[in-house]
């Protein structure tokens, strides 16, 4: 029986555990109350008895061996595992994470260089409600009740209310300027208006505007030109061309549609100028007499023009965006090309 101790001895002593598996298999073999050192403690029993002091000696040895072998590796396999779980120690002489810095919105940017631009030669920015009523909007701008030139901008109305609305242009603040203070006025006024359009590639239901308006005395239709073509000079550059084409609105007259000439293709015509050379950015014209009534300002002692452009075209037409759809979805991988915030 000393003989079979020692074999199991040996066996104990060489066996290699590398994984949680075969620590089982070691222990439901050797230490466990069925595996062969438990066998041999029942046969101690038969053994003869001047035998079972030296045999039971070395199966206690033998079972030291085993319980030890098997607690130690155990612990030893936990702590591998513990370690693999565990992150890297931090390693504080490598370089940190840039600080993400996000960038401005395009029209951000194009409405700040607008803003820029005209309070460089005097204009202030003026502010009024997105949320209008029927004066502001559309009566005080001479649109008659009932005229067809209330179609010409498809209007959101508050519920069922038909003197609510959220505005269709930025012009409705020209009039909150006029009414609540004297003349002169010089200002721009850049926000968010409303039309009800199907969204598409060329068209959306928010778009932003930017209105200008100049009233004092003896303001001429050449000031109107004169400061459009400074403002495309410096929102485009010196080498641009500036064309007026008869138009109409309600509110001034006479009324010009302003063109600029393509950015894209210098004026030898492309898509983008549907291949006439040139792009529309607003409308302008001098302000109509019923509307300078309207806000309490007599259009005999006082004149003055107006003007309003869509940011979203100027910043089209300066980061040639094909799709207006993108100014609103908030995709970074869109607006990141902007760069950063400056
Ligand atoms: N409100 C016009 C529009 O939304 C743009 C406009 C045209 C504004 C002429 C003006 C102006 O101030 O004088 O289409």
Redesign the pocket.
Known sequence: MLEKIRAIHQQVESIQIENGDQLEQFRSAYVGRKGVIADLFESLKTAPPEDRRAIGAELNNLKNLAQNKFTETRDRLETQQAQATQPAPVDLTLPGYPNEMGSMHPLSMVRARIVEIFERIGFNVADGPEIEDDWHNFTSLNFPPNHPARE??DTFFIGKNPDMVLR????SV?VRLMENGKPPFRAIMPGR?YRNEAISVRAHCVFH?V???YIDRNVSFMDLKQTLYHFSREMFGKDIRIRFRPSF?P??EP?AEIDISCLICKGSGCNICKHSGWVEI????M?DPNVLTNCGIDPEEFTG????MGIERITNLLYQVRDLRLFTENDVRFLRQFGPVS
């Open positions: 010409m901008q269709t242009h930025t012009s020209q208006v505007q209105e200008g308006i609105f509110f001034t009324s607003g409308g302008s014209g302000v023009f107006a003007f309003g």
